[in-house]
């Protein structure tokens, strides 16, 4: 079963980050799909550079959108994404220098903060964007 499925209950109602953001989840079923089938730590170290590269461009495109928009909340939603790139690629180096698995804690920590993040402030900038005329 997929560590994270799609519903709309999720969708922020702006089209491209709500395809983004099914993306990320892909990735991250992938990676989780990919430690529960016991695959190599080369082919785990491809999917985990896949999703920080996606994440890394996708947080930069809200990031540009939300400040060129004005958005009020655009300097504490950068401050989150910030502090998750931080996160991941700390797992990153702890992987590269260590274990071939990544733990179940990170695919929790993963998920649970996509799940949070996007129904949390990436939804909040929804009605704002909407406002100018983004869907
Ligand atoms: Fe969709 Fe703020 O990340």
């Known amino acids: 079963m997929a560590l994270l499925t799609w519903s709309d209950k999720f969708s922020v109602?702006?089209?491209?980050?709500?395809e983004e953001h099914k993306q990320l989840m892909n990735l991250i079923n992938q990676l989780h799909d990919a430690m529960k089938a016991g695959q190599g730590k080369q082919v785990i170290g491809d999917v985990?550079?896949?999703l920080i590269e996606y994440t890394r461009?996708?947080?930069?495109?809200e990031d540009r959108l939300m400040k060129a928009q004005g958005y009020p909340g655009y300097e504490n939603h950068k401050k989150e994404h910030n502090q998750l790139t931080m996160t991941v690629m700390d797992f990153q180096k702890g992987f590269a220098e260590g274990s071939a698995i990544l733990s179940?804690?990170?695919m929790?920590?993963?998920?649970?903060?996509?799940?949070n993040h996007i129904q949390g402030v990436d939804k909040?900038?929804?009605?704002f964007?909407?406002?100018?005329?983004?869907t």
């Open 57 to 61: 461009r996708h947080f930069a495109a």
């Open 129 to 134: 964007l909407n406002g100018k005329g983004i």
């Open 104 to 106: 179940q804690t990170v």
């Open 124 to 127: 909040e900038y929804g009605p």
């Open 48 to 50: 985990l550079n896949g």
């Open 108 to 115: 929790t920590f993963l998920r649970d903060w996509l799940t």
């Open 13 to 18: 109602q702006v089209r491209q980050f709500d």
